[in-house]
């Protein structure tokens, strides 16, 4: 090997999970060349290490990689395996799936919509159960990010009168600063 050449070692694909389609995919497409999405499948290095990867399948811009797995995705096709049909997430998966806010973007967003650090002490200190209203206060107080579904913070949403909508903005607004 010359300088600045290097060896690709791919893995094995020893197995083949499935197919997650992507709106642009007809589930009912048999040439696997043509489905856009992401394909799941088990590989076993070259040391032996054996993982679950993932690879986007489009067919507008695959290559030698992705050939390997789209031929492996044929052979799971071919032997009976389906291409779900895409549905959008659900509001819920696209909450658990926002970024975390540091401590400080979060707090400058509650600030930023009106609200006060004095409202969300008076919010912890109304939890009825001791336990929770200690772990709500270490939560508040320690935390060094705050991640959309926690429960303080949809706790937190509603005592202090956020519609889910509220702090989906809220969100989005504060991950810039």
Do not use: C
């Not at 986007?56 to 811009?61: K, N």
């Not at 997430?89 to 979060?106: C, G, H, K, V, Y």
């Amino acid at each position: 090997m010359t300088d600045g050449e290097f060896e690709t070692e791919f893995p094995e694909i020893i197995g083949f999970v499935g197919i997650a389609a992507d709106p642009r995919t007809d589930a009912t497409e048999m040439d696997m060349s043509k489905v856009f999405g992401a394909a799941e499948y088990v590989a076993r290095w070259p040391d032996g290490y054996t993982e679950t990867l993932f690879t986007g399948l489009d067919p507008t811009t695959n290559g030698g990689w992705t050939l390997n797995v789209i031929e492996a995705a044929q052979a799971w096709r071919d032997a009976g395996g389906v291409i779900p049909t895409w549905s959008p997430p659900t509001q819920d998966e696209i909450r658990s799936n926002m970024p975390p806010l540091t401590a400080r973007q979060f707090r400058l967003g509650l600030i930023r919509s009106g609200r006060t650090f004095a409202q969300v002490e008076t919010a912890i200190a109304a939890i009825p159960d001791g336990t929770e209203r200690a772990e709500a206060q270490i939560e508040w107080e320690y935390a060094a990010s705050f991640n959309r579904m926690h429960p303080l913070v949809v706790s937190l949403s509603t005592t202090l009168g956020f519609s889910p909508e509220e702090v989906d903005a809220l969100w989005q607004n504060s991950m810039s600063l």
